[in-house]
């Protein structure tokens, strides 16, 4: 049956591709500061600072082109958090999505270009996340991250839409035990569990992965990381980080709300976004024999 949806031209495939193939370049990986404003409000009281409320920057585009001037690119949060789901216990909605088309072609025009929706030449990072909370192990979130409720149906949903996967990028969380989990498991045997599920579900002309840190710590979020990347299994697509906490909880530290501390918070923030590249090399040489394993529950 034909599409009965405005394909993209084959300029906008391109462009799409493109700028998802510049996100994942060799080397990089995303800083994901769009946290809603009352998690920043409770971040910025853990350092005793005054929150002054809404995080709109007040520079007429000024950071973006600073931004894209030293080479990088700059993503955009589109929409406006989740509210409860009036009459379900527990469900949330999102805001922000009456006239998204149109504020996305904004975006664009201000140099935006990817968030978490897609539309109008941003490319789409698509975030299904799964909590770190419980005391599963790990087994039970390789199956919880590929079954029919997370990326079977992520990807379910996209070919429903006639999303253009190749200009797409996927924000996964790793595949990690439960914080209360008694188990403990290897940096390896969590790379070879997140590569195993990935594997299964995402398709190879998907661009690349770019994990979030989940409630991991610096460290095991970049030392996972490498051990993912370095794990011997076939990997079709980039693999990076698009961190939050585990590239801002130390800076925010060494900051603490004082002019003086910039600089070295600035050393700080370049210490942690390169630090996986440091530890990439030591577990090449510690890889142990270890075997994927498909789960079929
Ligand atoms: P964390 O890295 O803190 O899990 O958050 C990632 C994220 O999606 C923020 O937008």
Redesign the pocket.
């Known amino acids: 049956m034909p599409c009965q949806y405005p394909a993209l031209t084959p300029e906008q495939r391109k462009e799409l591709s493109d700028i998802a193939h510049r996100i994942v370049a060799p080397g990089k990986g995303m800083l994901?500061a769009?946290?809603s404003t009352s998690i920043i409000a409770k971040w910025l009281q853990s350092i005793g600072t005054e929150n002054r409320g809404k995080s709109k920057a007040n520079d007429d585009g000024h950071s973006s082109k600073v931004i894209k001037d030293k080479g990088g690119i700059v993503g955009i949060k589109v929409d406006k958090g989740v509210v409860p789901l009036s009459g379900i216990n527990g469900e949330t909605t999102t805001q922000g999505m009456d006239g998204l088309s149109e504020c996305c072609a904004q975006y664009k025009k201000d140099r935006a270009d990817f968030a978490k929706w897609h539309y109008n030449g941003i490319v789409p990072i698509v975030?299904p996340e799964i909590l770190p909370d419980g005391e599963h192990n790990l087994k039970s979130c390789q199956y919880i991250t590929v079954c029919q409720y997370t990326l079977a149906a992520v990807y379910k949903a996209l070919s429903d839409h006639h999303i253009y996967l190749e200009g797409t990028l996927l924000?996964p969380k790793m595949v990690t035990p439960g914080h209360a989990c008694t188990q403990k498991y290897s940096h390896e045997e969590i790379a070879m569990a997140t590569v195993t599920a990935l594997q299964q579900i995402v398709p190879p002309v998907v661009t690349g992965n770019t994990f979030?840190?989940?409630?991991q710590s610096e460290e095991d979020a970049s030392i996972n990381l490498s051990a993912i990347n370095t794990c011997p299994l076939h990997k079709p697509w980039t693999l990076t980080s698009?961190?939050?906490?585990?590239l801002q909880a130390s800076i925010l530290k060494t900051w603490d709300g004082k002019k003086e501390n910039v600089k070295a918070t600035q050393e700080e923030y370049i210490k942690r976004a390169t630090a996986k590249l440091l530890k990439a090399s030591i577990l090449q040489v510690e890889s142990q024999e270890l075997q994927p394993e498909s789960l079929c529950l």
């Open positions: 994901a769009d946290e975030e924000k979030l840190s989940g409630g698009s961190y939050s906490q585990a």
